[in-house]
């Protein structure tokens, strides 16, 4: 622990794995006998290896269960539209290049769709978990005008089996897929909307809307450029970022901020009190540091807030 009296703001970090609250609802070019889709309010997608964060979330907040796009891709018979592969010659064009959206800019991807024909198409991705990657190259075929599916077999290198749909609906391209399609690090998936366009990431303000150029002139000022840089920098722009009014115990309001992103090493926690005083608490991969300006504060940890 490096301990350094100047001045202070303390975040603590984590990283949380996908929530998913949806279902699927009936569509006309997917007849419902086959596809044998479960409507299924506030189900949460939980990996093997982590708890969910509702920030985290990539299903449609805005939307009525019924208009939700996302109902038509998750809780799906996977195994059974797998096994309704056809051709199809009116196929929805989903050749291009797509950006995850509406997510994190830590939990997106890209994917690549080339070589489209009536049975199907060619599919690449790279994709992010926090700091961690995953790709996944292969065949998906066609099962209605605007769906494909495939399996573990037609992916390269697929640490598992199970299998990923791609549904295309108003120039927005939906994935979901079984944990572990493709070459993928812990908890990495293609699971998100994707676009065309310029990406949306949920956490693409959380510099602004945190801090005010003041306080973050006084947080550089006190942590230095390296610090400044990474974590703290990095874990805000990318990560999940809280933020809320406080006391300290002798009545003194503060900014009370936790910056984190389940399972990562990498977090913060700073107070920034009223009066001027910060505490700043910032662990990075390989090191922790707590800074203050607070000449009479001589504890190497935060103090107590309300």
């Known amino acids: 622990m490096k301990l350094k009296v100047l001045g202070a703001t303390a975040f603590s970090l984590m990283l949380s794995l996908f929530l998913i609250s949806c279902g699927a609802t009936e569509d006309d070019s997917i007849e419902p006998d086959t596809v044998n889709a479960q409507a299924l309010i506030s189900t949460e997608y939980v990996s093997e290896v982590s708890d969910v964060d509702s920030s985290v979330s990539n299903a ?48 997106s991807g890209s994917l690549n769709i080339t070589n489209q024909t009536s049975k199907g198409f060619h599919v690449e991705g790279d994709f992010l978990y926090g700091y961690r990657t995953g790709t996944l190259s292969g065949e998906a075929y066609f099962v209605s005008p605007n769906m494909a599916i495939c399996s573990q077999n037609d992916i390269e290198d697929s640490i598992s089996d199970g299998y990923m749909v791609l549904y295309l ?67 805000t722009n990318n990560f999940i970022v809280d933020s809320s009014e406080k006391a300290l115990d002798s009545g003194v309001s503060c900014k009370y901020v936790q910056c984190y992103f389940s399972d990562m090493p990498e977090n913060y926690t700073a107070i920034l009190a009223s009066d001027g005083r910060i505490y700043i608490e910032l662990h990075s991969y390989s090191e922790d540091y707590f800074f203050t300006n607070d000449s009479d504060w001589t504890s190497n940890k935060m103090p107590e807030v309300k």
């Not at 391209?173 to 572990?180: A, E, F, I, R, T």
């Not at 998100?192 to 000022?221: A, C, H, M, R, S």
């Open 169 to 235: 609906e108003n120039d927005s391209l939906y994935v979901n897929s079984d944990p572990g399609v493709g070459s993928m690090g812990m908890s990495v998936s293609p699971n998100n909307e994707y676009t065309k366009g310029e990406p949306v990431y949920k956490n693409g303000d959380n510099l602004n809307k945190t801090f005010t150029q003041e306080e973050l002139d006084n947080i550089l000022k006190l942590v230095g450029d390296e610090v400044y840089k990474y974590p703290f920098l990095e874990c």
């Open 60 to 107: 449609s907040e805005a939307k009525s269960f019924e208009d939700d796009p996302w109902n038509k891709v998750y809780q799906l018979d996977m195994p059974s539209l797998y096994s309704q592969i056809t051709e199809v010659n009116d196929a929805e064009n989903f050749e291009g290049s797509w950006e995850a959206t509406n997510c994190l800019s830590a939990v």
